[in-house]
């Protein structure tokens, strides 16, 4: 599906385009606080289940039996690409990196991903929930940002500010270059790979660029995702999706970046982010996730002020504002998706 009359309601927010509600998704939403994960997980590690297409495939599919979500997004991590680019990950649960990247060579080392070589399993995945998902539901495909990947190759694994990452991006820019331009060649395939095999948006997850000021996001990533997005634009009709977490900071200097929606976490009201990229986009976004845990009431009153910040918008894609937390009663998820649909105002976007 694309942009023409065959286009899911996803897809037309995703370009500004007219329709007849707010779509709603939430990231991490095929996950933990499902008790059907939890139980299918009992039987399958975490990194199998996304290598088996069936499983990976099952799980995507979980919360869109469940909720009345407009759009699945695949079971899978940003991780997966980096074994088949020579770098070997593990999880213990968070992503561990035995032979992190500290040293030119190594950085340089880092091959560039074939997918259909390399993760033959994930496109097999998008296939089999294409052909389950019903056709008014859009699929999104996704990707690391090649920063956010760099943070991990580098750090070795998760981290309170990435001081090892961020220091060899200055000790060594070079050599960071090259990685970063290898990473974003290589997600960009990645991503254009995951659209032909069916997912109707490809998003890319930016989770630690909020650890950049904006003379160093502008000197070193700036032109790393502007040729990547120039890639994926060029090979698929696709809508794209950025989600630069905690970016507030730098969405002023991110207004020539060829994407379709911005994702912006809670922290930022719509209509300031709206401003500083300029206008004329659509946004997704952005409940905070602590939300879900309040009263009812509250709830669809937090929902309601979402909704209001993104009355002027272009189009708008109802999301949290990061990942869902695994303690989250999926009572609450019902309550929300179906609030947006029904309270989705009347406005910019809408019919």
Known sequence: MNGSDNATVFE???????????????????GRYLPEYRQLRRTV??????????????????????????????????????????VEVEFAPGPVLPEPVRTSEAARAVRELVPEEGVPFVLEAIRAVRSELRPESALIGFAGAPFTLFCYLIEGGGSKDFMTARSFLRR??????????????????????????????????????GMLGPDSYRRFIHPVLTRAFKT????????IIYFPNRGGPLLR???????????????????????????????????????????????????????????????????????????????????????????????????
């Open 12 to 30: 037309r927010a995703a370009r500004g385009r007219p329709v007849p509600h707010t779509p709603i998704w939430i990231m991490r939403q095929a």
């Open 45 to 86: 590690d975490f990194l199998t289940a996304t290598r088996i297409p069936e499983i990976a495939a099952r799980i995507t599919l979980q919360p869109m039996q469940r909720f009345d979500m407009d759009a699945a997004i695949l079971f899978s991590d940003i991780m997966t690409p980096l074994d088949p680019m020579g």
């Open 172 to 209: 060594e820019p070079e050599a960071s270059r090259a990685l970063l331009d290898t990473l974003g060649r290589s997600m960009a395939r990645y991503l254009v790979a995951q659209a032909e095999a069916g997912a109707n948006a490809v998003m890319l997850f930016d989770s630690w660029i």
């Open 232 to 239: 994926v634009r060029g090979a698929t009709d696709c809508p």
């Open 253 to 351: 200097s991110m207004r020539g970046l060829d994407v379709d929606v911005t994702a912006i976490d809670w922290t930022l009201p719509l209509s300031r982010a709206d401003a500083l990229l300029g206008g004329g986009r659509s946004l997704q976004g952005n409940l905070d996730p602590a939300e879900l845990f309040g009263p009812p009431d509250a709830l669809r009153a937090a929902a309601d002020a979402v909704l209001a910040e993104a009355a002027g918008l272009a189009g708008h894609i109802f999301s949290l504002g990061h990942g869902i937390d695994r303690r989250t009663d999926p009572d609450q998820v019902a309550r929300l998706v179906d609030h947006v649909h029904e309270r989705s105002p009347a406005g910019a976007g809408q019919t």
